[in-house]
Structure formats: structure tokens, C-alpha cells
């Protein structure tokens, strides 16, 4: 990671879960490329932006796949309004890229920090719920059906 990272990982964002925080970390390095070709100047980032956004949708979406399907294997009781969560995300930022594909007004610095500060505060609330959760009830990984993990899919 570098020093002028948009977005830092910190062990306090740990959800305790390899496999989860590995994936947080790789959004987290999506935010940062993302905002590091927001310094290349408006055209330059819009440019950079056609490239990229797909494949770090697309990865949201498969993480998002693969925590679903960890919070409900679990029998999460926050599961219905962590999946919830997901799918609003899911619409906004997909609502936000149909706006840049389509010439609309698009601000590449602030979809960025919005990033930013939803995956953060997700992590950091949301995600610590069902961590909590599964400490509390002693699961862990060993107690999930290792297929659920296989049928998430690619990145």
C-alpha cells in the first residue's frame, strides 16, 4: 500500500474471516486505483473510469455473493437487512455508472469518496455485527459447509 493511499486497510476493519477481509482489502485497493485516476485531470479520470468500473462492480458483486452466502449459512439474524444493505449499494452505484456511461453529470472524486466511506462504514459496523455474532456463538469457518465459499464464484 502506498503513503498516498485515498484509503488505508487497518486490522480494526479485520472481520476475523481470511477470505472476508482479504476481499475488503481488494476493495479497498479498487477504491484507491479508482482515485488515483481521479488525479489524473477530468478527461484523463473519465477515460480511466470507462476502464475500470466494471470489473470493480463486478467485484462488489462477488463479494457481496460471498458474504451473503457466509451470513446465511451461519443463520446470521441480521442477514435479511445486511442483504438489504447490499442491494441499495448495489443500486446506487450502479444508478451512478449508467450516469457517467451516459454523458450525465459525473463527478469521478466524489463517486470515489463515496466508495470510501460506504465500504468503511459498512465494514465497520455492519460487517463487525455478524463477526461479533459468530464469536459470540463460537462459529467459525470450519462450522460452514466448504462448497457455500466454492460456488461464490471469480473475482
Known sequence: MDDDDFVKWDDKYSVGIQLID???KELISLTNALFRGCLAGPEEAKAYFS???????????????????ILEEIKFPGYENHKSQHKSFIVKILTDV?????????VPNAFVRYLRDWILSHIAVMDKQYADYMQQNNITLGHINPGILAKSGGA
Open 22 to 24: 482479504d476481499q475488503h
Open 51 to 69: 476502464e475500470t468500473i466494471q470489473g470493480a462492480v463486478d467485484y462488489v458483486k462477488y463479494h457481496f455473493s460471498a458474504e451473503e452466502k
Open 98 to 106: 449508467r450516469s457517467f456511461e451516459e454523458g450525465k453529470k459525473f
